[in-house]
T-cell receptor, first 108, second 111 residues
Framework: GQSLEQPSEVTAVEGAIVQINCTYQ??????LSWYQQHDGGAPTFLSY????GLEETGRFSSFLSRSDSYGYLLLQELQMKDSASYFC?????????FGQGTELSVKP | DAMVIQNPRYQVTQFGKPVTLSCSQT?????MYWYQQKSSQAPKLLFH???????NEADTPDNFQSRRPNTSFCFLDIRSPGLGDAAMYLC??????????FGSGTQLSVL
């Protein structure tokens, strides 16, 4: 089986930095992905970590520590449009299993 | 240009009346996935294909079936929809495990 834990809600102000953590327990691990989903929309791929360390893509960065079964998504220079749900997902045996999601609210 | 297309965007059906949701992809990837997502919940994998090789999740109800006649198209059939099947149904494909492209989804309502 597998389980992923992430905070249910995070609130931050415009221009700030926010970190969304994800811990996982899974048998068979190939990597950790992050997806963004706006209300009523489809999930959109943000980032992937197959190896330990930091991956940077513009304002978004993602980190993975396989020994700690832990990763995080870092969002910098927050904008109002970043208000959305963020899901970590484990790639396991050819399929993607999602965490419960973190709802990020960005305030002015 | 949309790469994963789902039709219809909204589907209303009656309790117990069979319904089919469709998905097509222009990316020519071997894998296709169907997810169910209920309000404020994570997408839940129902089944996936690798080419024509069908993989059913252990907890996917028998009420849900799928067909993949060719690489581009995939269908989700719900044989006897119940009220609990009302959800967003998402189709996805991708070059590998790490990055999926999702369609816009079909929001299913059961009356």
């Amino acid at each position: 089986g597998q389980s992923l834990e992430q905070p249910s809600e995070v609130t931050a102000v415009e221009g700030a930095i926010v970190q969304i953590n994800c811990t996982y327990q899974t048998s068979g691990f190939y990597g950790l992905s992050w997806y963004q989903q706006h209300d009523g929309g489809a999930p959109t791929f943000l980032s992937y970590n197959g190896l330990d360390g930091l991956e940077e893509t513009g304002r978004f960065s993602s980190f993975l520590s396989r020994s700690d079964s832990y990763g995080y998504l870092l969002l910098q220079e927050l904008q109002m449009k970043d208000s959305a749900s963020y899901f970590c997902a484990v790639n396991q045996g050819g399929k993607l299993i999602f965490g419960q999601g973190t709802e990020l609210s960005v305030k002015p | 240009d949309a790469m994963v297309i789902q039709n219809p965007r909204y589907q209303v059906t009656q309790f117990g009346k069979p319904v089919t949701l469709s998905c097509s992809q222009t990316l020519n990837h071997n894998v296709m996935y169907w997810y169910q997502q209920k309000s404020s919940q994570a997408p839940k994998l129902l089944f996936h294909y690798y080419d024509k090789d069908f993989n059913n999740e252990a907890d996917t109800p028998d009420n849900f079936q799928s067909r993949r006649p060719n690489t581009s198209f995939c269908f989700l059939d719900i044989r006897s929809p119940g009220l609990g099947d009302a959800a967003m149904y998402l189709c996805a494909t991708g070059p590998g495990r790490e990055k999926l492209f999702f369609g816009s989804g079909t929001q299913l309502s059961v009356l």
